[in-house]
């Protein structure tokens, strides 16, 4: 599992991952930036227990849990009216440091509550809206069996799904478990079309074998669609990130989000501040370093959920370091989705009906202090009609 919530998260590297560390050591030293890529986001660092109380726990707050015949269904989420996430298991080859998986309680879902789901999914109150199911965790492809229980089942009682999506990191963590057998399962999941959701956050993981696994996968005709992380130290570098993508392109991986990484507790040394992240972002999409097909949105997973950056998302920043950032998410919405929803602590409504919410900023200097004079405005206009916190 990825780590226990509120608890130490463990150190998990697969084999692989530790010879991929000694080759980058032995052929470019410790303080190369290819050591660096897997040194940062597996090894712990010392900094992981400078706790700031500001931090969150959780950085998403706002949990849509998921009720049917009377009981809550564990591991499911309600994400949009079109989409629900799963989370079989809770299970990772190896653990990235800046992972809010990382806070999760550990939990494997039975076959029972995986049929349960899978009506749930079916039934008269959501089959109208449902289309499309995001397996997470963990990660789904370490339980290839449970993963083709969930497709039969949702084959079986839920018609109404369209798309199956799986967020997984095993083909940049441990590429040999890519092998036909898996392939094989994960066909098993036709007539239903299955996406393939991965994070790469370094041109170095992209190895001889994880490149076989993405091409493997590809040859079978699964889509897949890349959501990195901007990590510090690791590819907040525009020649970095060009080179990325660029390669993504030729490996028929599509570029989805860039993600400002995630406001969690002890991790603040991973996170640039989203001051940063633009410059880096519309460097590389704007200076024709990467190609048109290949440029990701840069994007911040706040309490309300995701929100690309664009003209006038960024409002103020206030005495914390926070930013307001402008959603156009109703409240109605998420009642639509969930009627036992409550807006998060760090959001409200606007005078327009959209709500709005604060989101933690990260740093730009190596100890993880951060400049908050600096303004942001300079990036984005301010829309006139200001609200305080
Ligand atoms: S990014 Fe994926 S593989 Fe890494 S710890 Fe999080 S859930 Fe696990």
């Not at 980058?24 to 410790?30: D, L, N, Q, R």
């Not at 494997?108 to 899978?118: K, Q, S, Y």
């Amino acid at each position: 599992m990825a780590g226990a919530k509120n608890s130490n998260f463990a150190e998990k590297l697969t084999p692989y991952l530790q010879q991929k560390l000694v080759e980058a050591s032995e052929k470019y030293g410790i303080d190369s930036k290819e050591y660096k890529a897997f040194e940062k986001q597996y090894l712990k660092s010392s900094k992981e227990d400078e706790i700031n109380h500001e931090d969150r726990l959780r950085h998403y707050q706002s949990e849509i849990h998921v009720h049917y015949e009377g009981k809550a269904l564990r591991g499911v989420e309600r994400l949009y009216r079109r989409t629900i996430l799963l989370e079989p298991t809770m299970v990772c080859a190896a653990h990235c440091r800046w992972c809010l998986r990382g806070q999760y309680p550990q939990f494997g879902l039975t076959e029972e509550e995986i049929t349960t789901f899978a009506k749930y999914c079916g039934s008269d109150e959501v089959k109208y809206d449902l289309k499309e199911i995001l397996i997470t965790g963990g990660d789904p492809l370490m339980v290839p069996k449970r993963l083709e229980f969930i497709f039969s089942q949702v084959n079986k009682f839920a018609p109404n799904i369209e798309i199956i999506r799986i967020g997984t990191r095993v083909p940049v963590q441990d590429p040999l478990r890519v092998n036909s057998e898996l392939v094989n399962i994960l066909k098993s999941v036709d007539p239903i079309k299955l996406e393939i959701g991965t994070n790469i956050n370094h041109p170095s993981e992209l190895t001889v074998e994880a490149r076989k696994a993405y091409t493997d996968l590809y040859k079978a005709a699964f889509k897949i669609y890349d959501q990195s992380v901007l990590l510090k130290g690791v590819n907040d570098d525009v020649e970095v990130l060009n080179k990325l993508y660029d390669t993504f392109r030729y490996l028929g991986i599509e570029s989805h989000y860039l993600f400002h990484c995630i406001p969690m507790q002890g991790m603040g040394h991973h996170r640039t501040s989203v001051q940063r992240g633009i410059e880096i972002a519309s460097q590389m999409i704007n200076s024709g370093g990467v190609s048109g097909r290949a440029k990701p949105m840069f994007t911040l997973m706040t309490d309300l959920g995701k929100i690309t950056l664009l003209h006038g998302t960024i409002l103020e920043r206030n005495e914390k370091n926070e930013l307001l950032i402008q959603s156009h998410y109703t409240i109605d919405d998420f009642k639509y989705r969930n009627p036992s929803w409550e807006l998060p602590k760090s959001a409200f409504e606007d005078n327009n009906g959209f709500l709005r919410v604060w989101y933690p900023d990260g740093n730009d200097d190596d100890e993880g202090k951060s400049d908050s004079t600096k303004d942001i405005e300079h990036y984005f206009s301010i829309p006139i009609n200001r609200v305080k916190k």
